[in-house]
T-cell receptor, first 111, second 116 residues
Framework: QQQVKQSPQSLIVQKGGIPIINCAYE??????FPWYQQFPGKGPALLIA?????SEKKEGRFTISFNKSAKQFSLHIMDSQPGDSATYFC??????????FGAGTRLFVKA | GAVVSQHPSWVICKSGTSVKIECRSL??????MFWYRQFPKQSLMLMAT?????????EQGVEKDKFLINHASLTLSTLTVTSAHPEDSSFYIC????????????FGPGTRLTVT
C-alpha cells in the first residue's frame, strides 16, 4: 500500500516530442505528489509538485495531470529537448512523513 | 535558496574502515533530515529519518549500528558508515525538510562511496 508504481522504465522520444510518465498509488493518505529530475551522479531536483485538490498543474514545459479517483498521476514534458535526458522519479508523501519514490523512468531525447 | 550540501562528494575507503558523510542545509534550518542510498539505475531507498536532537529512526533492514546518524544541529546531519565493506559501496544522498506547513524536501548532491 506504500508503493508508488511508475512506468515506463525507459522512454526514447525525438526532440520536440511529448514524453509522458505515469504513476499510480494505493495509499489515500498521500497528499503531496512531487516529481524529481536526476542527472547521473547528481542528487534529485524538484521539478514540479501537486496536491490532490488540483487536477492539473503547469510549470514551464512540465505539466502534472492528477486523477484522484483513479489514484494516478502523470508528468508531461512539452517540446522535449536533449537536455531533458535524465531519470525522472515520481513520489508521494503523507503529511510530515517520509516520501515514497517510484522506480524511476530513464528518458532519452534524441536530437 | 534552499541549498543542501554534502561532503565529501566522493570517497574511497578500505574495507573495515569507517567513513563519515556530512549533510548541511546552507540557507535554512532543517527540522528533519533524511538519508537515502541509491544503487546504479535504481530508485532512492530511504535509510533513516533524523530529527535535530533526537535519535534517528531507521527503516526496516537498515543496521543502525553500521550506519550511525547524528543530527547535532538544525543545519548539520552526519552519516557514518562503520566497518565498511564493498557491498556498502553506493551513492548516498541526504535531504532536508524545513518543517512546519512546508511539504518540500531539498536534496543534496550525493556522495559516491567506494569501498575497496
Amino acid at each position: 500500500q506504500q508503493q508508488v508504481k511508475q512506468s515506463p522504465q525507459s522512454l526514447i522520444v525525438q526532440k520536440g516530442g511529448i514524453p509522458i510518465i505515469n504513476c499510480a498509488y494505493e495509499n489515500t493518505a498521500f497528499d503531496y505528489f512531487p516529481w524529481y529530475q536526476q542527472f547521473p551522479g547528481k542528487g534529485p531536483a524538484l521539478l514540479i509538485a501537486i496536491r490532490p485538490d488540483v487536477s492539473e498543474k503547469k510549470e514551464g514545459r512540465f505539466t502534472i495531470s492528477f486523477n484522484k479517483s483513479a489514484k494516478q498521476f502523470s508528468l508531461h514534458i512539452m517540446d522535449s529537448q536533449p537536455g531533458d535526458s535524465a531519470t525522472y522519479f515520481c513520489a508521494a508523501r503523507a503529511g510530515g512523513f517520509k516520501t515514497i519514490f517510484g522506480a524511476g523512468t530513464r528518458l532519452f531525447v534524441k536530437a | 535558496g534552499a541549498v543542501v550540501s554534502q561532503h565529501p562528494s566522493w570517497v574511497i575507503c578500505k574495507s573495515g574502515t569507517s567513513v563519515k558523510i556530512e549533510c548541511r542545509s546552507l540557507d535554512f534550518q532543517a527540522t528533519t533530515m533524511f538519508w537515502y542510498r541509491q544503487f546504479p539505475k535504481q530508485s532512492l531507498m530511504l535509510m533513516a529519518t533524523s530529527n535535530e536532537g533526537s535519535k534517528a529512526t531507521y527503516e526496516q533492514g537498515v543496521e543502525k549500528d553500521k550506519f550511525l546518524i547524528n543530527h547535532a544541529s538544525l543545519t548539520l546531519s552526519t552519516l557514518t558508515v562503520t566497518s565498511a565493506h564493498p557491498e556498502d559501496s553506493s551513492f548516498y544522498i541526504c535531504s532536508a525538510h524545513i518543517g512546519g506547513s512546508s511539504y518540500e524536501q531539498y536534496f543534496g548532491p550525493g556522495t559516491r562511496l567506494t569501498v575497496t
